[in-house]
């Protein structure tokens, strides 16, 4: 079997792994209080403000428990306000605050100077290339799984 660094799901993750920690310590030099999940999180509900715990998980790839730890931490922080939700009293509805999109539009300039710096070596080409062999394994993986 061939060494960890051959294979190209090690240096795939390593390249996620270093990357987040680069973009984590930009986004805490800048004197933002939140952390790259949680703004994953509270990017995905300002994005869609109907989807439910579940379905979140599911967009940002953590699991349900997770997901809700970081929401009380969310709302803790006054970044998210929960509402009864109107069709089932059940169900909580989430909803990003004033603050909430404040440190959202705060960490813009370091998301987009953290992305320019992890890419500069590489063209627009690369980048779409990359990004469709990145889908076809994810196709590929998709298929088998379902």
Not at 45 to 71: C, G, N, W
């Amino acid at each position: 079997m061939e060494a960890l660094e051959q294979i190209i799901f090690y240096t795939l993750e390593k390249s996620i792994k270093r990357y987040r920690q680069f973009a984590q310590k930009q986004i805490n030099q800048a004197g933002l209080d939140i952390t790259i999940d949680q703004w994953l999180i509270l990017k995905t509900i300002e994005a869609s403000p109907d989807l439910s715990q579940h379905q979140i998980a599911e967009r940002v790839f953590k699991d349900y428990a997770s997901v809700t730890r970081m929401i009380e931490l969310l709302v803790k922080k006054k970044y998210l306000a929960r509402k009864f939700h109107a069709a089932d009293r059940r169900r909580f509805e989430l909803v990003v605050t004033k603050t909430g999109l404040t440190i959202l539009n705060d960490c813009v300039p370091v998301i987009q100077a953290n992305r320019k710096q992890a890419l500069k070596s590489l063209t627009r080409k690369d980048t779409e290339q990359l990004k469709d062999y990145l889908n076809k394994i994810i196709n590929n993986c998709t298929d088998s799984i379902s």
